[in-house]
């Protein structure tokens, strides 16, 4: 099973994810991130290059777990009064596109 989602930056930038469960090896074993800046492997909580050469991320952050940043950029927004990144707000306008989508496909059947 192959699932393509793109999408469209108002700056014009695209962005697609690609996701192929055509695999032999375990589930979750890594990503592959193809871009303009060449192409990326995370293998979790290891980034390699096209290259398969290790690239270090230890001072990218404060913390290499994602849960503790995403909690960190939750409260950070709570105490300085802002929407937090990846809110629930930001995500709607895709869920709704995707929502679209679907109703199209389901009428076609």
């Not at 690239?55 to 927004?77: T, W």
Request: aromatic fraction near 8%; charge should be negative.
């Amino acid at each position: 099973m192959d699932m393509s989602i793109g999408m469209k930056t108002t700056g014009g930038a695209l962005c697609t994810l690609s996701l192929s469960f055509n695999n032999d090896g375990p589930l979750g074993t890594y990503f592959r991130y193809i871009c303009d800046n060449g192409t990326y492997l995370c293998r979790y909580d290891d980034l390699f290059d096209g290259k398969n050469e290790q690239i270090d991320v230890s001072k990218v952050d404060v913390s290499m777990n994602g849960i503790e940043l995403q909690d960190r950029e939750f409260f950070a927004a709570i105490k300085e009064g802002r929407e937090p990144n990846a809110s629930i707000a930001q995500c709607l306008p895709a869920m709704e596109t995707l929502d679209q989508l679907e109703q199209c496909l389901n009428r076609t059947k």
